[in-house]
């Protein structure tokens, strides 16, 4: 210990080692004297300072592992959420943006993950995220990737589900605004990735077929049979509605990127009307083709879309909870999530461990 005492006008310093008894006092005498313990003991390591420095400190009172611990204001705040959670204390969760709430969870996530506590918080920020609704969805929509991991660090399976289906819709193909890109994803996630989107393949192929087949019963022969003169008009324009159909999806599969805009060709079929293929375009054509059929051709018309919209109900269907034709999402969004589907989920049935 060190300390200054002024004596008759001369500044001098002193300094002694400190007992190891807790208990015992020490009393300071006259400049130039020595320190002794009430007991009688003494300490001869009072001089001025102008003539001795200051003794070393004892090897057992250094260290040479001391922690190197700089933390900013903002660390430390965080810090005070994580142990306040302990307490049940609410975290203070900034709410004036997607961005803001979500660097934040990406910053107290980093703590959490590194002390395994986690599940005290994940309830809170998960909420938190949802509570800016359709704009959370929407961010999601342009950047499923990284929420994707987020829902795996929160064991959130609505927002791993919002995720997944927009990935499953797009692959192989990836957005080139999609920041984060699929190498960041863990090799499981990627497995499940590509089962769901096979899938999701095999169901277009299905649904495609099944529209290449559309037709329209007559009431005795099936379908229209081009031999038989009464039936021949209906008959042409069967084949001009498939041939519409064939050559959008043969256009669309010359693409490299015909999964980003598969889901619009569907939804406008899941809509009807004259979302495609209208039906006065339809009949300025047959004025000049085949003007004989134009009597029955808006209830011919009719029947083979909507015995379309029927066709295309799975795969046109929207599983996500952000608006596509709004945001101008071009994929399809009918993956069906299930409980298999759940990365953390199969890891703990599959081995026991979580993720």
């Excluded at 519409?244 to 406008?268: I, P, Q, S």
Aim: net charge negative.
């Amino acid at each position: 210990m060190r300390g200054d005492s002024q004596d008759s006008g001369q500044q001098i310093s002193w300094s002694f080692l400190l007992a190891e008894d807790d208990d015992a006092k020490l009393a300071l005498e006259s400049v130039g004297s020595a320190v002794s313990l009430v007991d009688g003991t003494r300490i001869d390591k009072l001089h001025e300072a102008r003539h001795e420095s200051l003794p070393t400190p004892p090897a057992s009172t250094r260290s040479d592992h001391s922690p190197d611990i700089s933390l900013n204001a903002s660390e430390v705040e965080l810090y005070n959420h994580i142990f306040g959670a302990f307490y049940s204390r609410p975290l203070t969760i900034p709410n004036t943006s997607v961005s803001a709430t979500l660097s934040y969870c990406d910053s107290i996530l980093r703590i959490s993950q590194r002390f395994s506590i986690t599940p005290l918080i994940s309830t809170q920020l998960s909420t938190a995220l949802k509570s800016h609704r359709h704009e959370f969805y929407v961010a999601i929509s342009g950047d499923p990737a990284r929420y994707l991991l987020l829902s795996i660090q929160l064991k959130d399976t609505s927002i791993y589900t919002e995720s997944l289906i927009h990935i499953i819709g797009v692959w192989p193909c990836w957005p080139l605004r999609w920041p984060t890109k699929p190498s960041v994803l863990p090799a499981e996630l990627s497995k499940i990735i590509k089962r769901k989107a096979t899938e999701l393949k095999h169901l277009v192929t299905y649904t495609e077929n099944e529209l290449l087949k559309l037709t329209i019963f007559m009431h005795r022969s099936g379908p229209p049979n081009p031999c038989n003169h009464s039936e021949f008009d209906t008959y042409f324009v069967v084949g001009h509605f498939r041939d519409g159909l064939a050559n959008e999806m043969t256009a669309l599969d010359g693409e490299r990127t015909r999964n980003l805009k598969r889901g619009d060709f569907f939804r406008k079929i899941a809509k009807g009307g004259d979302a495609y293929m209208p039906l006065a375009q339809t009949r300025g054509l047959m004025e000049e083709v085949m003007p004989s059929v134009l009597g029955n051709l808006d209830e011919d018309w009719k029947m083979l879309k909507d015995s379309a919209m029927v066709r295309v109900e799975d795969v046109a269907k929207n599983r996500t909870l952000v608006d596509v034709e709004a945001e101008k999402i071009g994929w399809l969004t009918c993956a069906e999530i299930g409980r298999g589907d759940v990365l953390w989920e199969m890891t703990a049935e599959g081995s026991g461990h979580d993720v």
